[in-house]
Protein backbone atom coordinates (compact mmCIF):
# COMPACT_ATOMS: atom_id res chain seq x y z
CA UNK A 1 0.00 0.00 0.00
CA UNK A 2 1.11 3.39 -0.98
CA UNK A 3 0.01 6.00 1.72
CA UNK A 4 -0.21 9.36 0.15
CA UNK A 5 -0.65 12.50 2.39
CA UNK A 6 -2.79 14.85 0.84
CA UNK A 7 -2.92 19.02 1.47
CA UNK A 8 -3.22 22.59 0.81
CA UNK A 9 -4.55 25.16 2.29
CA UNK A 10 -8.10 26.15 3.12
CA UNK A 11 -10.32 26.58 -0.06
CA UNK A 12 -7.35 25.45 -2.23
CA UNK A 13 -9.71 22.17 -3.65
CA UNK A 14 -9.36 19.03 -1.69
CA UNK A 15 -12.66 18.18 -1.39
CA UNK A 16 -12.77 18.69 -5.13
CA UNK A 17 -9.65 16.10 -5.56
CA UNK A 18 -10.99 13.93 -3.00
CA UNK A 19 -14.57 13.78 -4.88
CA UNK A 20 -12.42 12.80 -8.07
CA UNK A 21 -10.48 10.16 -6.52
CA UNK A 22 -13.39 8.51 -4.72
CA UNK A 23 -15.01 8.32 -7.87
CA UNK A 24 -12.57 6.29 -8.87
CA UNK A 25 -12.89 4.02 -6.28
CA UNK A 26 -9.86 5.19 -4.19
CA UNK A 27 -9.98 5.10 -0.63
CA UNK A 28 -9.82 8.66 1.21
CA UNK A 29 -9.45 9.46 5.18
CA UNK A 30 -10.48 12.36 6.33
CA UNK A 31 -8.12 14.07 9.34
CA UNK A 32 -11.08 16.83 9.93
CA UNK A 33 -13.46 14.25 9.97
CA UNK A 34 -11.04 12.06 12.47
CA UNK A 35 -10.88 15.01 14.79
CA UNK A 36 -14.89 15.77 14.92
CA UNK A 37 -15.83 12.13 15.96
CA UNK A 38 -12.85 13.12 18.87
CA UNK A 39 -14.50 16.06 19.92
CA UNK A 40 -18.18 14.31 20.24
CA UNK A 41 -19.59 14.25 23.81
CA UNK A 42 -17.58 11.26 25.69
CA UNK A 43 -14.99 10.61 23.36
CA UNK A 44 -10.84 10.37 24.11
CA UNK A 45 -10.87 14.05 22.73
CA UNK A 46 -13.26 15.81 24.40
CA UNK A 47 -12.63 14.43 27.65
CA UNK A 48 -8.73 15.77 27.12
CA UNK A 49 -9.99 19.18 26.53
CA UNK A 50 -12.23 19.32 28.92
CA UNK A 51 -9.86 17.97 31.82
CA UNK A 52 -7.33 20.73 29.97
CA UNK A 53 -9.90 24.05 29.32
CA UNK A 54 -12.90 23.14 31.69
CA UNK A 55 -16.40 23.57 30.73
CA UNK A 56 -15.82 26.64 29.33
CA UNK A 57 -15.75 25.00 25.97
CA UNK A 58 -19.79 23.17 26.29
CA UNK A 59 -22.59 24.21 25.31
CA UNK A 60 -25.82 23.76 27.28
CA UNK A 61 -26.11 20.12 26.26
CA UNK A 62 -22.60 19.62 27.61
CA UNK A 63 -21.22 19.59 23.60
CA UNK A 64 -18.15 20.98 22.33
CA UNK A 65 -19.11 24.16 21.02
CA UNK A 66 -17.04 24.57 18.07
CA UNK A 67 -17.39 28.42 17.75
CA UNK A 68 -16.17 28.29 21.12
CA UNK A 69 -13.28 26.43 20.35
CA UNK A 70 -11.84 28.20 17.37
CA UNK A 71 -12.15 31.64 19.24
CA UNK A 72 -10.20 29.90 22.19
CA UNK A 73 -7.31 28.38 19.98
CA UNK A 74 -7.36 31.17 17.23
CA UNK A 75 -6.80 33.59 19.62
CA UNK A 76 -3.93 32.48 21.99
CA UNK A 77 -0.89 30.81 20.47
CA UNK A 78 -0.51 29.21 23.92
CA UNK A 79 -4.19 27.40 23.86
CA UNK A 80 -3.67 26.38 20.22
CA UNK A 81 -0.26 24.49 21.43
CA UNK A 82 -1.91 22.84 24.09
CA UNK A 83 -5.16 21.53 22.17
CA UNK A 84 -3.08 20.49 19.07
CA UNK A 85 -0.63 18.50 22.19
CA UNK A 86 -3.28 17.01 22.86
CA UNK A 87 -5.55 16.18 19.01
CA UNK A 88 -2.80 15.67 16.85
CA UNK A 89 -1.53 12.47 18.52
CA UNK A 90 -5.02 11.03 18.64
CA UNK A 91 -5.81 11.76 15.12
CA UNK A 92 -2.38 9.77 14.20
CA UNK A 93 -3.43 6.93 16.10
CA UNK A 94 -6.94 6.70 14.55
CA UNK A 95 -5.25 7.12 11.14
CA UNK A 96 -3.14 4.10 11.75
CA UNK A 97 -5.78 1.99 12.88
CA UNK A 98 -7.79 3.08 9.78
CA UNK A 99 -5.16 2.80 7.47
CA UNK A 100 -4.80 -0.93 8.81
CA UNK A 101 -7.78 -1.98 7.43
CA UNK A 102 -6.86 -1.07 3.68
CA UNK A 103 -3.45 -2.40 3.89
CA UNK A 104 -4.20 -4.80 0.82
CA UNK A 105 -5.06 -1.69 -1.43
CA UNK A 106 -2.60 -0.39 -3.75
CA UNK A 107 -2.64 3.39 -2.63
CA UNK A 108 -4.95 4.86 -0.07
CA UNK A 109 -5.22 8.87 0.73
CA UNK A 110 -5.54 10.40 3.85
CA UNK A 111 -6.30 14.32 3.70
CA UNK A 112 -4.58 16.32 6.35
CA UNK A 113 -4.77 19.83 6.36
CA UNK A 114 -2.08 20.61 8.33
CA UNK A 115 0.38 17.89 7.23
CA UNK A 116 3.41 20.62 6.97
CA UNK A 117 2.56 22.31 9.64
CA UNK A 118 2.20 19.15 12.25
CA UNK A 119 5.17 17.37 10.08
CA UNK A 120 3.90 14.46 9.08
CA UNK A 121 5.76 14.06 6.04
CA UNK A 122 7.91 11.40 7.13
CA UNK A 123 4.68 9.20 7.72
CA UNK A 124 3.52 9.00 3.63
CA UNK A 125 5.22 7.51 0.73
CA UNK A 126 4.31 11.04 -1.15
CA UNK A 127 2.81 14.27 0.04
CA UNK A 128 0.10 15.89 -2.73
CA UNK A 129 -0.37 19.30 -2.61
CA UNK A 130 -3.98 21.08 -3.91
CA UNK A 131 -2.93 24.78 -4.96
CA UNK A 132 -4.58 27.60 -6.99
CA UNK A 133 -3.64 31.30 -7.84
CA UNK A 134 -4.08 33.23 -4.30
CA UNK A 135 -6.79 35.26 -5.72
CA UNK A 136 -8.63 32.83 -6.73
CA UNK A 137 -8.38 31.04 -3.78
CA UNK A 138 -10.21 34.29 -1.70
CA UNK A 139 -12.70 34.75 -4.57
CA UNK A 140 -13.60 31.36 -4.00
CA UNK A 141 -13.66 31.54 -0.35
CA UNK A 142 -15.97 34.61 -0.49
CA UNK A 143 -18.27 32.86 -2.82
CA UNK A 144 -18.62 29.73 -1.71
CA UNK A 145 -17.89 30.17 1.87
CA UNK A 146 -19.62 33.42 2.77
CA UNK A 147 -16.86 35.17 4.48
CA UNK A 148 -15.29 38.68 3.72
CA UNK A 149 -12.13 39.30 1.99
CA UNK A 150 -10.73 40.13 5.53
CA UNK A 151 -12.01 36.82 7.40
CA UNK A 152 -10.54 34.46 4.88
CA UNK A 153 -7.29 36.18 4.95
CA UNK A 154 -7.14 35.73 9.28
CA UNK A 155 -7.94 32.44 8.53
CA UNK A 156 -5.45 31.97 6.34
CA UNK A 157 -2.53 33.25 8.58
CA UNK A 158 -3.10 30.42 10.57
CA UNK A 159 -1.68 28.28 7.69
CA UNK A 160 1.71 27.66 6.02
CA UNK A 161 1.36 29.86 2.56
CA UNK A 162 0.95 28.09 -0.70
CA UNK A 163 4.01 29.15 -2.16
CA UNK A 164 5.88 27.27 1.13
CA UNK A 165 3.21 23.98 0.89
CA UNK A 166 4.38 23.71 -3.02
CA UNK A 167 7.99 24.17 -2.32
CA UNK A 168 7.50 20.75 -0.16
CA UNK A 169 5.34 18.90 -2.25
CA UNK A 170 6.44 15.58 -4.03
CA UNK A 171 3.42 16.38 -6.73
CA UNK A 172 1.10 19.85 -7.33
CA UNK A 173 -2.24 20.00 -8.71
CA UNK A 174 -3.08 23.07 -9.76
CA UNK A 175 -6.59 23.90 -9.20
CA UNK A 176 -7.15 27.25 -11.36
CA UNK A 177 -9.45 25.67 -13.81
CA UNK A 178 -12.13 23.08 -13.95
CA UNK A 179 -13.06 19.59 -12.80
CA UNK A 180 -11.99 18.14 -16.10
CA UNK A 181 -8.25 19.56 -15.97
CA UNK A 182 -8.15 18.40 -12.41
CA UNK A 183 -9.37 15.27 -13.21
CA UNK A 184 -6.72 15.17 -15.89
CA UNK A 185 -3.78 15.55 -13.39
CA UNK A 186 -4.75 13.31 -10.60
CA UNK A 187 -5.28 10.34 -13.80
CA UNK A 188 -1.56 11.37 -14.84
CA UNK A 189 -0.34 10.93 -11.60
CA UNK A 190 -2.58 7.44 -10.90
CA UNK A 191 -0.78 6.11 -14.31
CA UNK A 192 2.84 6.86 -12.79
CA UNK A 193 1.94 5.39 -9.25
CA UNK A 194 -0.02 2.51 -10.74
CA UNK A 195 3.21 1.79 -12.87
C1 LIG B 1 -11.01 24.57 15.65
C2 LIG B 1 -12.04 23.47 15.39
C3 LIG B 1 -12.83 23.17 16.64
C4 LIG B 1 -13.01 23.98 14.28
O1 LIG B 1 -13.88 22.94 13.94
P1 LIG B 1 -14.77 23.04 12.58
O2 LIG B 1 -15.67 21.85 12.55
O3 LIG B 1 -15.39 24.40 12.51
O4 LIG B 1 -13.71 22.97 11.40
P2 LIG B 1 -12.84 21.71 10.85
O5 LIG B 1 -12.35 20.87 11.98
O6 LIG B 1 -13.59 21.00 9.78
O7 LIG B 1 -11.54 22.43 10.25
C5 LIG B 1 -11.67 23.26 9.09
C6 LIG B 1 -10.32 23.81 8.71
O8 LIG B 1 -9.84 24.70 9.73
C7 LIG B 1 -8.42 24.71 9.68
N1 LIG B 1 -7.88 24.32 11.01
C8 LIG B 1 -8.39 23.40 11.90
N2 LIG B 1 -7.58 23.27 12.96
C9 LIG B 1 -6.55 24.11 12.75
C10 LIG B 1 -5.36 24.43 13.46
N3 LIG B 1 -5.09 23.80 14.63
N4 LIG B 1 -4.51 25.35 12.93
C11 LIG B 1 -4.75 25.96 11.73
N5 LIG B 1 -5.87 25.71 11.00
C12 LIG B 1 -6.74 24.81 11.49
C13 LIG B 1 -8.01 23.65 8.64
O9 LIG B 1 -7.84 24.28 7.37
C14 LIG B 1 -9.22 22.76 8.56
O10 LIG B 1 -9.33 22.06 7.36
C15 LIG B 1 -11.35 22.16 14.89
O11 LIG B 1 -10.80 22.37 13.61
C16 LIG B 1 -10.24 21.69 15.81
O12 LIG B 1 -10.53 21.01 16.79
N6 LIG B 1 -8.96 22.00 15.47
C17 LIG B 1 -7.83 21.54 16.24
C18 LIG B 1 -7.39 20.16 15.78
C19 LIG B 1 -6.61 20.23 14.48
O13 LIG B 1 -5.48 20.72 14.47
N7 LIG B 1 -7.22 19.72 13.39
C20 LIG B 1 -6.59 19.66 12.09
C21 LIG B 1 -5.94 18.29 11.93
S1 LIG B 1 -4.89 18.19 10.50
N1 LIG C 1 -11.88 24.27 -10.21
C1 LIG C 1 -12.83 24.94 -9.54
N2 LIG C 1 -13.62 25.83 -10.18
C2 LIG C 1 -14.56 26.52 -9.49
N3 LIG C 1 -14.81 26.39 -8.17
C3 LIG C 1 -14.05 25.52 -7.48
C4 LIG C 1 -13.03 24.73 -8.14
N4 LIG C 1 -12.44 23.94 -7.19
C5 LIG C 1 -13.06 24.22 -6.03
N5 LIG C 1 -14.02 25.15 -6.20
C6 LIG C 1 -14.89 25.69 -5.14
O1 LIG C 1 -14.06 26.34 -4.18
C7 LIG C 1 -14.47 26.00 -2.85
C8 LIG C 1 -13.28 25.38 -2.11
O2 LIG C 1 -12.95 24.12 -2.71
P1 LIG C 1 -12.81 22.80 -1.82
O3 LIG C 1 -13.98 22.68 -0.87
O4 LIG C 1 -12.54 21.66 -2.73
O5 LIG C 1 -11.49 23.21 -1.01
P2 LIG C 1 -10.82 22.54 0.25
O6 LIG C 1 -9.36 22.61 0.02
O7 LIG C 1 -11.43 21.18 0.48
O8 LIG C 1 -11.25 23.53 1.40
P3 LIG C 1 -11.33 23.27 3.00
O9 LIG C 1 -9.98 22.89 3.47
O10 LIG C 1 -11.74 24.61 3.51
O11 LIG C 1 -12.38 22.21 3.20
C9 LIG C 1 -15.64 25.04 -2.98
O12 LIG C 1 -16.84 25.74 -2.72
C10 LIG C 1 -15.57 24.55 -4.40
O13 LIG C 1 -16.87 24.29 -4.93
Redesign the pocket.
Known sequence: MKKIGLTG??GAG?SSVIAILKEKGITVLD??????KL?EKGEE?YLKLIATFGNQLLDEHEE?D??L??DL??KDPLH?QQ??AI??PL?KTKIEQELLLHVDEKIVVVE????F??GWEAFFDAVWVVACENSLLLERLMKYRHISQAEAKR?LA??MSQEAKIAKADVVLYNNSNKENLERQICDILKVIRR
Open positions: VMKCDAINALGLKQMSIFKAELHIVPLLEVRHQ
